[in-house]
């Protein structure tokens, strides 16, 4: 059987362990796991040259089981809205973490003061378990003007199948990513500039979520 490296994974950036300048790691989340774990960024390269088979077996085995590694024939984005409409129709108490309270200000403003927020927590030494909690996922199709999302972790998932997967075979061609945006729906729409700061902060929690303390200038 023949790999590939899912669409659907962020990595953090790099950090040292201590003083040794050998042990230079990563961060690897699988998004669609909702899962992290820490690799040596040695292997970052081989992962994306696709060299899989250069791969230790006991790291190959866990990437698969994270879907990190994924079969080459997948489509992701059928993949997944297949599996949530299995797993949605028996699971109806699924949660959202979106807000409703209006937020003030502008989400772009709100995103670089938690920024700013999450660089202060690294520099303190604090540990922030933001990804212990149930949030959903929601698939991102970068357009020329704007976003479209198909919120793939909630329960209307199957009313819409067939809605979403024409949009999926319409936006195929798109960049996509596959990340929780319900805390800023609460400011109403999510604009194309605010998709890099939203990852930047998701690489910010990732760390801390690890706890690992790391120098950003």
Do not use: C
Not at 29 to 43: C, N
Not at 82 to 91: G, R, S, T, W, Y
Not at 189 to 217: G, P, R, V
């Amino acid at each position: 059987m023949k790999f590939k490296l899912s669409k659907y994974i962020i990595l953090s950036d790099t950090f040292k362990e201590g003083d040794d300048d050998k042990k230079i790691s990563k961060i690897l989340f699988s998004s669609r796991k909702k899962m992290g774990i820490k690799i040596h960024a040695g292997l970052i390269d081989l992962l994306n040259k696709g060299l899989f088979d250069k791969l230790p077996d006991n790291i190959f085995s866990m990437l698969m089981h994270y879907e990190i590694i994924i079969p080459q024939e997948e489509n992701e984005e059928l993949y997944l809205l297949n599996l949530k409409k299995v797993v949605l129709n028996h699971n109806s108490s699924n949660r959202t973490h979106s807000e409703d309270v209006l937020q003030q200000g502008s989400l772009y403003e709100f995103l670089n003061k938690e920024h700013s927020k999450l660089l202060q927590l690294i520099h303190d030494g604090i540990s922030y378990d933001f990804l212990d909690e149930e949030y959903n996922m929601s698939l991102i199709y970068v357009q020329e003007k704007n976003l479209s999302f198909i919120p793939i972790d909630e329960p209307d998932i199957s009313k819409n199948y067939h809605y979403y997967k024409e949009m999926i075979e319409k936006y195929s061609s798109k960049d996509s990513f596959l990340l929780p945006i319900d805390q800023y729906k609460a400011f109403g729409e999510i604009k194309k500039e605010d998709l890099d700061l939203i990852i930047e902060n998701f690489k910010l929690m990732l760390l801390l979520k690890y706890k690992i303390i790391t120098k950003h200038d």
